[in-house]
């Protein structure tokens, strides 16, 4: 089974430009989370969306940052403008309670660095 | 927001030797979760806790629900050089789909 698919996994970008990162989740798979790691920080929940409505986005930082998912299989994050404390690794992971468990499944991370 | 106190922060060992580390909080969880960290890649699961006191294993490595609910550990047994990485705890509570993460345990295995 392909796991959770996430692109670009490398992004370099200059201070101001607008980033999209792109999220595929596990087929089936109801929940979406998206996660900013940094070593000060550590994992952080930005975002996560139940069937595709934002349930909880009390982790963005800031008006620059969005998330959308317009369907089951796709859901992307955006950061307009880009700032270099944006810098950071962004993961997407899935879950799907209703098959009796409550793991999520990271994607292999896209690592943006803003300069 | 919530934590987790997790230690030790990193370990250094010999190949062959046994790994033990833990995390804490001062708040009740409903399910441990332990996950593994390659670099360059993200956080893979290990092992998932529903019930206090539960004891589960994977291969070598065996991880426990303790009893209050706000804490758990992990051990590695006979430790090789691929159980090198990071290894996080995550704790969800009651009502939330959400994941409180430790900081990690970076492991380092010398042949």
């Known amino acids: 089974d392909a796991g959770v698919i996430q692109s670009p996994r490398h992004e370099v970008t200059e201070m101001g430009q607008e980033v999209t990162l792109r999220c595929k989740p596990i087929?089936?798979?109801?929940?979406l989370f998206w996660y900013r790691q940094t070593m000060m920080r550590g994992l952080e929940l930005l975002i996560y969306?139940?069937?595709?409505?934002?349930?909880?986005d009390s982790g963005m930082p800031e008006d620059r940052f969005s998330a959308k998912m317009p369907n089951a299989s796709f859901s992307t994050l955006k950061i307009q403008p880009s700032e270099p404390r944006d810098s950071a690794v962004y993961f997407c992971?899935?879950?799907?309670?209703?098959?009796?468990?409550?793991?999520?499944?990271f994607g292999p991370g896209t690592r943006l660095t803003v300069l | 927001g919530q934590q987790l106190n997790q230690s030790p922060q990193s370990m250094f060992i010999q190949e062959g030797e046994d790994v033990s580390m833990n995390c804490t909080s001062s708040?009740?969880?409903?399910?441990w979760l332990w996950y593994k960290q390659d670099p360059g890649e993200g956080p893979v699961l290990l092992i998932a806790?529903?019930?206090?006191?539960e004891l589960t294993s994977n291969g070598r490595l065996t991880a426990q629900f303790g009893i209050t609910r706000k804490d758990s550990f992990l051990n590695i047994s006979a430790s090789i050089p691929s159980d090198v990485g990071i290894y996080f705890c995550?704790?969800?509570?009651?009502?939330?789909?959400?994941?409180?993460f430790g900081k990690g345990t970076k492991l380092t295995v010398n042949p």
């Open positions: 992971a899935s879950s799907s309670p209703e098959l009796g468990a409550n793991e999520q499944f």
């Open positions: 087929s089936g798979h109801d929940y």
């Open positions: 969306f139940n069937n595709n409505v934002p349930i909880d």
């Open positions: 708040s009740i969880f409903n399910t």
């Open positions: 806790l529903y019930k206090a006191g």
């Open positions: 995550a704790g969800q509570q009651g009502g939330s789909e959400k994941l409180v």
